[in-house]
């Protein structure tokens, strides 16, 4: 891939595909100057699990502004799961999902500081480019909605009237069985698969965005994310498929991660300081720092499981992004969710634990809050991954 032509210099991430973060792969230290053209070059591994990944820009600092004005690429990796028979049989279509705030002339609004520190959101959502896109169903078939949250900020809670979801894979790939759902969160940075079976005899059916709070700034403004339902695209029914479909019952084997001996808390804080050309406002830390990128804040080892608690310790969802490596949930019982992922909401308050694996990989890499305003303003710290 290349691009440069906005106005700033800017860097690439491949939104966590686990490639080798250096030189001209995954790597965010590299800048590329404004006019300038820049190659990337990386290998997808032989084991790179199929699924929905996608490229932004990655110069710290610009990222939420960049991003918010539309740089955002999916990037479809096909494997296994695209060979289950059902699976392959399904309509299928990839929702980039992007918020846009434009004035009456459609020129981007320069958001305020209360929109830096809630993290920016625009009013007009778009899905694929498109806005309230229709997705043709066939009775008894099935669709398959690959969903990317492309936003800089904007958490979608999704909801397809009259009809379930079963979700076949999140950020890192396929889940083992399909897992029913009428309605899923999806925070910045996130994807997922489903499928929708064309079980209604016709008809159209609102994709929602519905209700979520995901908290506030304190004095910075009141309740964060979106207010009021409203529809974001729809499926209608067209046709009948040739012969009927179903979900599938087995999609592949998924490994539970075992507990972890090395053990990692990463405190989510703020503290008051400077926001470059607009005065004193809330800055974002882990473990007491802002991000600096010439400091390595963890040292791990290749081949290493470790647990690592998440502590919010304000009144904001923070969605922490780890690249290079997936991960899993560690759930109540205190075993790990077998359904990889790159993301994870840290609701306001809240804790929440991973397990993750180093593999195939030494160097620097990074996690950040996916609010992207928030990792401009320091919630982002290194990792030194160690042979
Ligand atoms: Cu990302
Ligand atoms: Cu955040
Ligand atoms: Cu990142």
């Given at each position: 891939g290349r691009w440069n032509h906005t106005e700033g210099p800017t860097s690439l991430l491949l939104?966590?595909?686990?490639?080798?973060?250096a030189g001209t792969a995954d790597n965010i230290f590299l800048e590329v100057p404004p006019g300038e053209v820049a190659s990337y070059a990386f290998r997808i591994p032989e084991h790179h699990p199929a699924g929905l990944f996608w490229l932004h820009p990655h110069l710290h600092g610009s990222v939420a502004r960049q991003v918010s004005l539309g740089l955002a690429a999916p990037l479809v990796i096909r494997g296994a799961l695209d060979a289950v028979p059902d699976v392959a049989a399904a309509r299928e279509h990839v929702l980039r999902l992007q918020d846009f705030a434009l004035d009456r002339s459609g020129r981007p609004i320069d958001p305020g500081m209360g929109a830096l520190m809630g993290g920016r959101e625009g009013t007009l959502v778009t899905v694929s480019g498109q806005t309230q896109p229709r997705y043709a169903i066939e009775q008894d078939g099935l669709l398959r909605l690959r969903l990317l949250?492309?936003?800089?900020?904007r958490f979608y809670r999704l909801s397809l009237e009259g009809h379930a979801m079963h979700i076949i894979a999140t950020d890192g790939g396929s889940l083992a069985t399909p897992q029913q759902v009428d309605e899923l969160l999806l925070a910045p940075g996130e994807r997922r698969d489903v499928l929708i079976l064309g079980s209604r005899a016709g008809g159209v059916y609102r994709l929602m965005n519905l209700p979520y709070n995901r908290g506030s700034a304190g004095m910075m403004g009141g309740p964060l994310g979106t207010r009021t339902a409203f529809e974001i695209a729809s499926v209608g029914y067209e046709g009948r498929a040739a012969s009927p479909r179903q979900v599938p019952q087995a999609l592949g084997e998924v490994e539970r991660l075992p507990a972890a001996r090395a053990r990692r808390a990463f405190v989510l804080s703020e503290t008051m300081g400077m926001v470059p050309g607009r005065g004193m406002g809330i800055r974002f830390l882990i473990n007491g720092h802002e991000f600096d990128?010439?400091?390595?804040?963890d040292r791990v080892r290749l081949g290493d499981i470790e647990e690592w608690e998440y502590i919010n310790n304000t009144d904001m969802d923070h969605p922490m992004h780890v690249h290079t490596n997936a991960f899993q949930r560690v759930g109540a019982d205190g075993q790990a969710e077998p359904a990889w992922l790159d993301g994870i909401v840290v609701p306001a308050r809240r804790r929440e634990r991973i397990r993750i694996r180093f593999t195939d990989f030494v160097g620097a890499t990074v996690q950040h809050c996916h609010i992207l305003d928030h990792e401009d303003l320091g919630m982002m710290s290194t990792m030194q991954v160690e042979g």
């Open positions: 939104h966590v595909l686990p490639v080798r973060p949250n492309a936003s800089a900020s990128h010439a400091r390595i804040d």
